[in-house]
């Protein structure tokens, strides 16, 4: 493109000063060599800045760092299943529902306290089948002897309820098997930590 410009820009030159008859032979070829030496500078000038606008939109984006984990080779948010219970309303003024309870132990192997982390609890008969899917949301209610932060290492208990309704099989099962017929898992994909910053889990 530099040397098409070039050429283009002497057979312009060449007309407008070959009409030119006060100069001479000698000064219109150095005013042409002038002007193909501009010209040459501003073809490089406008290349170069093409070249570092291009360069500029190619943008990495940033990689996500984990936070670290104060326990290996366990997951970050770690638990164990204690006991079941059923809770039978009493009072529907109070409680409208009566409610399975598996009340857990919950260990935080982040490094940062928790504020609150998100997830899904699925319960399988001793076959495998799939008897229940929700999602949970584990935090640590605030009291006067506590903060509410999860601190990193800590274990603290938590209850996850159940509602439950006799008409549906699968909560009847959950309700009157004994532990050893259930599989329970607990899968956490969002962490939100008392600094403000999130993290999502695989």
Do not use: C, W
């Not at 309303?89 to 928790?114: A, G, M, W, Y």
């Not at 319960?123 to 949301?137: F, H, R, W």
């Amino acid at each position: 493109m530099k040397k098409q410009l070039s050429i283009l820009y002497i057979i312009t030159l060449f007309y407008s000063y070959g009409f030119a008859e006060n100069l001479s032979v000698d000064e219109k070829i150095l005013q042409l060599e002038t002007k193909i030496r501009e010209l040459e500078k501003r073809v490089e000038k406008l290349e170069s800045g093409y070249t570092s606008q291009s360069n500029t939109q190619v943008v990495k984006p940033p990689v996500a760092k984990k936070t670290p984990v104060i326990k290996e080779g366990v997951a970050p948010i770690e638990y164990k299943l204690l006991e079941k219970k059923f809770h039978r309303t009493e009072n529907k003024l109070v409680e409208r529902d009566d409610k399975i309870q598996l009340i857990f132990n919950f260990t935080n192997n982040f490094s940062k306290q928790i504020d609150v982390a998100y997830g899904e609890i699925t319960i399988y008969d001793k076959n495998g089948n799939q008897l229940l899917s929700k999602p949970i949301k584990l935090y640590k209610p605030l009291d006067f002897f506590s903060s509410g932060k999860i601190k990193p290492g800590e274990t603290f208990r938590r209850t996850i309820e159940i509602i439950y309704d006799p008409d549906i099989p699968s909560l009847r099962y959950i309700k009157d098997a004994p532990l050893s017929d259930l599989r329970v898992e607990l899968r956490f994909n969002k962490v939100e930590f008392s600094d403000g910053s999130v993290e999502f889990l695989d």
